[in-house]
């Protein structure tokens, strides 16, 4: 039903620049919030930003703050994730989410749980060379 694909990621040296964009098909819900998430071998999948559906309201972990830029836009559910001055240590696989929205009243709400998420993408190898 709802796919989330996501594309961008790749190779990069420390200090350097790369956007991931995650978008969203289906028709199980009419809004999604969504979110970016990363995991790296042997540990839980973690926040790193989180927007709502609106777009107001926006969550970042404190390692990126600064640093990486979550933004999305509805007309065809897509979420980008800016992420400059990478370092070695972000080396990772970066997933994104959504949760469908079942109405307005949660459009002005992020979320940054990774069980509160409907969908995930395949995953994005994130690798920062040092």
């Known amino acids: 039903q709802v796919h989330l694909v996501e594309s961008g990621g790749g190779l990069v040296q420390a200090g350097g620049s790369l956007r991931l964009s995650c978008a969203a098909s289906g028709r199980s819900f009419s809004r999604y919030a969504m979110g970016w998430f990363r995991q790296a071998p042997g540990k839980e999948r973690e926040i790193v930003a989180a927007i709502s559906w609106s777009g107001g309201n926006t969550y970042y972990a404190d390692s990126v703050l600064g640093r990486f830029t979550i933004s999305k836009e509805n007309a065809k559910p897509t979420v980008y994730l800016q992420m400059n001055s990478l370092k070695a240590d972000e080396t990772e696989v970066y997933y994104c989410?959504?949760?469908?929205?079942?109405?307005?009243?949660?459009?002005?709400?992020?979320?940054?749980?990774?069980?509160?998420?409907?969908?995930w993408g395949q995953g994005a190898q994130v690798t920062v060379s040092s």
């Open positions: 989410g959504a949760i469908g929205l079942a109405s307005v009243d949660s459009s002005n709400h992020y979320y940054k749980e990774s069980d509160e998420y409907d969908y």
